[in-house]
């Protein structure tokens, strides 16, 4: 063999020798981080158990309204995404500007943004208007419409990846246009977006935490913000540790069902 | 003879510079079978996709089934379901369990109750010859089975008249029997059929016309035991000399 030849190595020796190396590259790299660390200070700062267990059960109150803020959003996503989507892909020209305009609109501006607009900017220029369910209602709208945009555009991918053929026999059978797109397609391409629809759930729930901006009380925190008071109250900053361990014991197992989800989805 | 039950009359078909049917004159009598043969791009398919305007023709009229196909006014959805509709690639509804798949349309469309649709679709499924596959979903069946539900299904809606699009074409050669056998108990039960096919056995056999296609016009047509022997036209018989012995 040639490469023997100029090496003195067979092509197995080779891997091995490159994969030897890599193992010693990320062991040194370990290594010299551990080594390096203050691990007195960060144990002192990010890992005071009494400062943890001081958190319990107090935490799942806030933790409790990541999850309520994160479902109320996606609702509210899912609830005008899907005639969003529908609207992208109607015959009517007028219906499809308008979907591509509020799209490009809630999926360019940040979350944050919306937020405020709906927190503060149009309780301003609508004086005596209120948003049902104080807070909840905010926070669906707020981070909904940001949300429903990315669903829009899921699910309108979902609805193009339906087989055009599938329209076909459906409308063969005597069904009308709309009838196909409820027992047909919607059906198909909602199944389609189950995989993309669950991340945007992991990211809403990361994104519930701008909710702060709102003006939250102890009983509406949710956990990002309750973490940061008790940072304040306790001059420590294991509770953003705590904090950050309970939005991964959410958005881990969802990451988890998705990927799962789209295996399922391939083997179909 | 009673009134043709598909009357085509001066029929264009264009797909932007592309014109496919060229002037189709075509009458089907209730109860026949006529097959469409031709090479590939001489407008079979698309001639069978005009009669229940899954391709809206350029001009000319379509009247199929008692309804004036080409009429702005039509009820388009009334229209199809007298006519039903077999697909090369089958297209059943992959979400939906096979029951469901044949009793779907009735349920929505014609408004019958669960117990009623799906006693009439297990029938049909006996009918097609699966059985025991009601729970399952289309990708679990073979290409022929997945094929006689398709049949099954088009069936529920009691068509007046069945059209073919290739049903054959998809299938694994061992499973083209049993589709076929299916279709040819459905002839011998009345049902008017207009079926493109590559299958000459099944014209020779089972079809009361045989019509040859080339260029977007009806070049020749007659019975099948003319038509797959002797056809006048040259192009008739090139295209026959092509199917019968491939590899001359």
Redesign the interface.
Known sequence: MASRERTGLTARQRRRLSRAVQYGVFAAAVIAVAALADWGRIADSFLRLDVAADMFPRVWTSFGNTVLYTLLAFVFGMLVGVPIALMRVSSLAAYRWFATVYVEVFRGLPALLVLFLVGFAVPQAFPGVTWPGGVYGQVAIGLGLTSSAYIAESVRAGIQAVPPGQVEAARSLGMSHTRTMITVVLPQALRIVVPPLTNELVLLTKDSSLVFVLGVTTATMELTKFARSELTSTANATPLLVGGLLYLLLTVPLSALARRLENKGDRR | MSDPIVTIRGLHKRFGDNEVLRGIDLDIAEGEVVCLIGPSGSGKSTLLRCV?L?EPPTSGTVNAAGHDMTDPDVDI?????D???V?Q?F?????LSILDNVA??PR??LGRSRAEAEAEARRLLTEVGVEGKERARP?QLSGGQQQRV?IA??LA?DPDLMLFDEPTSALDPELVGEVLSVMKGLAADGMTMLVVTHEMSFAREVADRVVFLDGGVVVEQGPPSRMLTEPETERAQSFLHRVLHPVD
């Open positions: 229940n899954l959805d009334a229209a199809r379901r006519i039903g509709m697909f690639h297209n059943l509804f992959s979400h779907i349309a929505r469309v990708a398709a299904r088009a809606m």
